[in-house]
């Protein structure tokens, strides 16, 4: 007998049996992949419109695993936030009426009864004021990490680990919007911050900058991506100073003139910024001491809001293009933005990275305790 002839038949059809059921499994997880795919659009698309005002917000709290901590834990962050936003709504006297989310998702690992995917959100919101029907669009953008478990039959969320342009929790243990209309009448510019010709910031080209570079939010340009010559920093403390310095200073942007302080430096590895440039607490000070900035004004959102003997509109409203608001939690400026512009009735929306926000409303997402700090960016004929 030809052990040969014999055996060689029998590797190619084993073979044929091995690589036919790889064809089937990969065909098996490409085909649950993408049904994984279309539910987490599903999941992300309700969890939208149960932003809208008036909504029921029981479909978008069903797709929860309750059975796993992190799940639980996942629920009530997502009831937590859209009462939230809800009431924040609510307190500025507008409506939701529009959310529609865009999705990619860059990473998955697909098993028989679990799933998690790495999701880049580009979220379009938009809110109305009473008898204007003019539509206030803005955008955030948010990164996440979900995980789903199959529990009889049914895709739900185990985990969902990210950070939100429209609420936080993470700031304080009850987060709870400020009292506050968003509209303030009669809304007026004051004709002391009115754009002036000869002054060393660029504020129109500081506000495009933002606008291109506002990352994942809707309503950004150059693909949803940062400007690449900068550094992200994302994963080491977070990216809002450094894209506000990169607003104020890029030669595209603001145009504002670097210092020994206030610096980024290229190089082939990308380059790096001073401690002023990407710290928030640091370019906060640079601004008050360098004469570049004034603070005109700090504290809670009914005191920045609010109309006074100094500020006739509120003291948020003296602000225009190109400055900047600090945002202070628990004693310290955490974060910062950029002014890019107003809504229909006159209240001030900004850009922002961590998280990427495009025409935002100024206090979107912050709680009664946090306390503003408002810096107009000075003239070159006040700067020391």
């Not at 999941?43 to 695993?65: K, M």
């Not at 950004?220 to 690449?228: C, L």
């Not at 003291?315 to 002014?339: P, S, T």
Request: some cysteine; hydrophobic content about 35%.
């Amino acid at each position: 007998m030809n052990l040969q002839k014999i055996a060689m038949p029998l590797i190619i059809a084993t073979a044929a049996v091995i690589m036919g059921t790889s064809t089937c499994k990969a065909a098996d997880t490409t085909s649950l992949e993408n049904e994984l795919q279309a539910k987490v659009k599903e999941i992300y698309d309700v969890r939208a419109l149960a932003i809208i005002t008036g909504a029921d917000p029981g479909p978008a709290l069903a797709y929860f695993d309750t059975t796993a901590q992190l799940g639980r834990w996942a629920l009530s962050h997502e009831q937590t936030r859209l009462n939230f936003i809800q009431s924040w709504a609510e307190k500025r006297g507008v409506r939701f009426t529009e959310a529609t989310p865009s999705l990619h998702i860059p990473w998955s690992r697909v098993q028989e009864d679990t799933a998690e995917f790495i999701v880049s959100q580009t979220l379009q919101l938009g809110y109305v004021y009473p008898k204007d029907p003019t539509v206030n669009r803005f955008g955030i953008g948010t990164r996440h990490w979900i995980k789903l478990a199959r529990k009889d039959g049914k895709w739900l969320i185990r985990q969902d680990f990210y950070t939100d342009g429209l609420f936080d929790d993470a700031k304080a243990p009850d987060p709870t919007p400020a009292d506050g209309n968003a509209s303030i009448e009669p809304v007026e510019q004051s004709a002391s911050i009115k754009n002036d010709s000869h002054a060393v910031l660029d504020r129109e080209g500081a506000a495009r900058y933002a606008d291109e570079y506002a990352g994942l939010a809707w309503g950004a340009g150059n693909d949803h991506n940062y400007n690449p010559r900068y550094g992200n920093l994302n994963d080491i403390g977070g990216d809002c100073t450094n894209f506000v310095s990169q607003c104020l200073g890029d030669k595209s942007g603001g145009k504002l003139p670097m210092d020994g302080a206030w610096y980024y430096r290229h190089d082939r590895e990308g380059g790096s910024g001073s401690l002023a440039w990407v710290q928030a607490e640091a370019f906060a000070e640079w601004l008050s001491y360098s004469g570049r900035g004034q603070r005109i004004a700090w504290g809670t959102f009914p005191e920045m809001n609010q109309p006074d003997a100094k500020f006739s509109c509120g003291a948020v409203r003296e602000l225009q293009k190109g400055d900047v608001i600090g945002y202070e939690e628990n004693g310290y400026i955490e974060h910062f933005a950029i002014v890019v512009g107003t809504d229909s009735k006159g209240y001030p929306v900004v850009n922002a990275h961590t998280v990427d926000r495009y025409h935002s409303p100024w206090d979107m997402g912050c709680d009664k305790t946090t306390v503003f700090h408002l810096f107009r960016i000075n003239d070159a004929s006040l700067i020391r």
